[in-house]
């Protein structure tokens, strides 16, 4: 069989373009949609209790989750499961660990990545607390930026950039960990802040939450300057636990100097994860951290949106305190 | 009709087959990944959740047994054999690329409407369907265009000088 000009033209433009997009396909495009959380989700139906917690001076309960910002269905089936976990162990707070909004402006998707997954605890009353993400503010250190930042803290009535807060005994730090802020060359005020901060802390327990993680085996891994800057004034002030996002994935370190190290990523993205010589547990799962802490005695637990624990992790209260 | 002529129509009635299912396959495939992902990723499965893999399955059958139909008859009756698969590689090649790029570009442009979206449940089956209706009508678009470049040199020829073309689907049909 004879081809004529035109026929070997087309063929070979077919045969290219089928080697072309196969590779398109497989390296991008169903990473992509595999990556990302684009089908929205079904706002949750639930109604939960209010305020049906308890917090006293030695007991608390929280939430830990990051990275939650699509407003897609992976997005609000961790929110239920969330919600859910309120019904069985409720809690009175959420720290986030940052980029609560991704594809757009705060302002425009609060409804979508906020209010209509996490509606339910919003209801019930729960407090939520945020670190910064880099993706909260998608324009590098511009004033669009900290516009940006200052609207998600505005609509979630967080105080500040970096902040401390007391929940019982818990005495909760939050840092604005986006370069460069606390890793450049203007790290020195909230590096600062933090030594100050960590130095009056009378808790029994001081619990660091910031978005970039200071150790992660992850696809983005260990943020650069971190170990040099930020872990000393950890272990400075004996911190117990670092709770980050960032990766979107769960890890939790072994005790590195005394301090664990989590990452909570999964809250509505996913992207492997690959177990390193610090790593204690890892998977890359959707999920969120439900955390008990009573007297001397931390209780972690990461839970998949199907109820399915991932990791249960204790840590006792450092001596003396 | 001989062994020969047997096994030939048998490999074309194949290949046809087998064009469709890829059809099928690719019309399909981002739906299974999004729900392959959530299901790896710890959300429980449920009938929900396979909502958009039964809109692509509707289609992607669909588009699969039309071309499964139109390639059999033709890979038979056709003047140019290499003609129909050259034309069906490149509307496949399209599909495959156009069905899910065209979810991904325009669920990441709706991001500021998903809460209509996900509020009316069919708006987002029928946005889904639409996109993957539309790859599918330009896979059908660039089967035709490729099948006309391919057969005009024939079709001039047949016309004679001075005359109209003969029309491309004529050529489908054979002598």
Redesign the interface.
């Given at each position: 069989m004879s081809l004529t000009r035109r026929q070997f033209l087309a063929a070979a433009a077919g045969v290219g373009g089928a080697a072309l997009t196969g590779g398109v396909l497989a390296d991008q495009v169903w990473p992509l949609l595999s990556r990302e959380d684009l089908v929205p989700g079904r706002t949750p139906e639930l109604v939960l209790p209010a305020r049906a917690w308890e917090t006293t001076p030695d007991r608390l309960t929280f939430a830990a989750v990051g990275d939650t910002g699509t407003g897609g269905r992976q997005a609000v089936a961790v929110a239920a499961r969330m919600a859910q976990g309120y019904e069985q162990n409720p809690y009175g707070l959420i720290t986030h660990l940052g980029d609560i909004c991704y594809y757009g402006k705060i302002d425009d998707r609060f409804e979508d990545v906020f209010l209509r997954p996490y509606g339910p605890l919003v209801q019930a009353g729960v407090d939520v607390e945020l670190a910064i993400g880099n993706h909260d503010g998608e324009v590098y250190f511009s004033d669009a930026r900290l516009e940006e930042i200052e609207t998600e803290l505005r609509l979630l009535g967080t105080p500040a950039r970096y902040y401390r807060s007391t929940h019982g005994p818990v005495d909760f730090f939050y840092l604005d960990s986006s370069t460069p802020g606390l890793f450049g060359p203007d790290a020195s005020a909230q590096l600062d802040w933090l030594d100050d901060a960590l130095a009056t802390s009378t808790s029994q327990w001081k619990i660091v939450c910031l978005h970039h993680p200071p150790y992660s085996s992850g696809r983005h891994g260990a943020t650069p300057g971190a170990e040099d800057l930020l872990i000393p004034v950890l272990e400075r002030h004996a911190v117990d636990l670092v709770l980050a996002g960032h990766d979107h994935n769960y890890e939790r370190t072994i005790p590195l100097d005394g301090i664990t190290y989590v990452v909570s990523g999964g809250g509505a993205k996913l992207t492997p994860v690959r177990p390193s010589r610090i790593t204690a547990a890892a998977a890359s799962v959707l999920q969120y951290l439900h955390v008990e802490v009573d007297g001397d005695r931390l209780t972690g637990r990461c839970i998949r949106p199907d109820g399915g624990l991932v990791d249960r992790f204790t840590l006792r209260a450092r001596e003396g305190r | 009709m001989s062994t020969r002529v047997r096994a030939r129509r048998t490999v074309r009635e194949g290949a046809a087959a087998a064009y469709g299912l890829a059809a099928l396959g690719v019309v399909v495939?981002?739906a299974l990944?999004?729900d392959?992902?959530?299901t790896?990723?710890?959300?429980?499965p449920s009938w929900?959740?396979w909502d958009?893999v039964a809109v692509s399955a509707v289609l992607g059958l669909g588009y699969g047994v039309v071309c499964y139909r139109r390639l059999r008859r033709q890979s038979t009756m056709t003047r140019s054999r290499?003609?129909v698969w050259?034309?069906a590689?490149?509307a496949?090649?399209a599909l495959?690329?156009l069905s899910?790029?065209l979810?991904?570009v325009v669920?990441?442009q709706l991001?500021?409407?998903?809460?209509p979206?996900?509020?009316q449940?069919w708006s987002?089956l029928a946005l889904w369907g639409g996109v993957q209706l539309l790859a599918i009508a330009a896979a059908e678009a660039v089967e035709r265009g490729?099948f006309r470049?391919?057969t005009s040199?024939e079709r001039r020829a047949a016309a004679g000088h001075g005359g109209r073309p003969v029309p491309a689907r004529h050529y489908r049909r054979g002598p």
């Amino acid at each position: 069989m004879s081809l004529t000009r035109r026929q070997f033209l087309a063929a070979a433009a077919g045969v290219g373009g089928a080697a072309l997009t196969g590779g398109v396909l497989a390296d991008q495009v169903w990473p992509l949609l595999s990556r990302e959380d684009l089908v929205p989700g079904r706002t949750p139906e639930l109604v939960l209790p209010a305020r049906a917690w308890e917090t006293t001076p030695d007991r608390l309960t929280f939430a830990a989750v990051g990275d939650t910002g699509t407003g897609g269905r992976q997005a609000v089936a961790v929110a239920a499961r969330m919600a859910q976990g309120y019904e069985q162990n409720p809690y009175g707070l959420i720290t986030h660990l940052g980029d609560i909004c991704y594809y757009g402006k705060i302002d425009d998707r609060f409804e979508d990545v906020f209010l209509r997954p996490y509606g339910p605890l919003v209801q019930a009353g729960v407090d939520v607390e945020l670190a910064i993400g880099n993706h909260d503010g998608e324009v590098y250190f511009s004033d669009a930026r900290l516009e940006e930042i200052e609207t998600e803290l505005r609509l979630l009535g967080t105080p500040a950039r970096y902040y401390r807060s007391t929940h019982g005994p818990v005495d909760f730090f939050y840092l604005d960990s986006s370069t460069p802020g606390l890793f450049g060359p203007d790290a020195s005020a909230q590096l600062d802040w933090l030594d100050d901060a960590l130095a009056t802390s009378t808790s029994q327990w001081k619990i660091v939450c910031l978005h970039h993680p200071p150790y992660s085996s992850g696809r983005h891994g260990a943020t650069p300057g971190a170990e040099d800057l930020l872990i000393p004034v950890l272990e400075r002030h004996a911190v117990d636990l670092v709770l980050a996002g960032h990766d979107h994935n769960y890890e939790r370190t072994i005790p590195l100097d005394g301090i664990t190290y989590v990452v909570s990523g999964g809250g509505a993205k996913l992207t492997p994860v690959r177990p390193s010589r610090i790593t204690a547990a890892a998977a890359s799962v959707l999920q969120y951290l439900h955390v008990e802490v009573d007297g001397d005695r931390l209780t972690g637990r990461c839970i998949r949106p199907d109820g399915g624990l991932v990791d249960r992790f204790t840590l006792r209260a450092r001596e003396g305190r | 009709m001989s062994t020969r002529v047997r096994a030939r129509r048998t490999v074309r009635e194949g290949a046809a087959a087998a064009y469709g299912l890829a059809a099928l396959g690719v019309v399909v495939a981002p739906a299974l990944i999004l729900d392959s992902t959530a299901t790896g990723g710890g959300v429980a499965p449920s009938w929900q959740a396979w909502d958009l893999v039964a809109v692509s399955a509707v289609l992607g059958l669909g588009y699969g047994v039309v071309c499964y139909r139109r390639l059999r008859r033709q890979s038979t009756m056709t003047r140019s054999r290499p003609n129909v698969w050259i034309a069906a590689v490149h509307a496949l090649v399209a599909l495959a690329l156009l069905s899910s790029v065209l979810l991904a570009v325009v669920l990441h442009q709706l991001g500021n409407m998903q809460a209509p979206l996900a509020g009316q449940e069919w708006s987002l089956l029928a946005l889904w369907g639409g996109v993957q209706l539309l790859a599918i009508a330009a896979a059908e678009a660039v089967e035709r265009g490729v099948f006309r470049w391919l057969t005009s040199p024939e079709r001039r020829a047949a016309a004679g000088h001075g005359g109209r073309p003969v029309p491309a689907r004529h050529y489908r049909r054979g002598p």
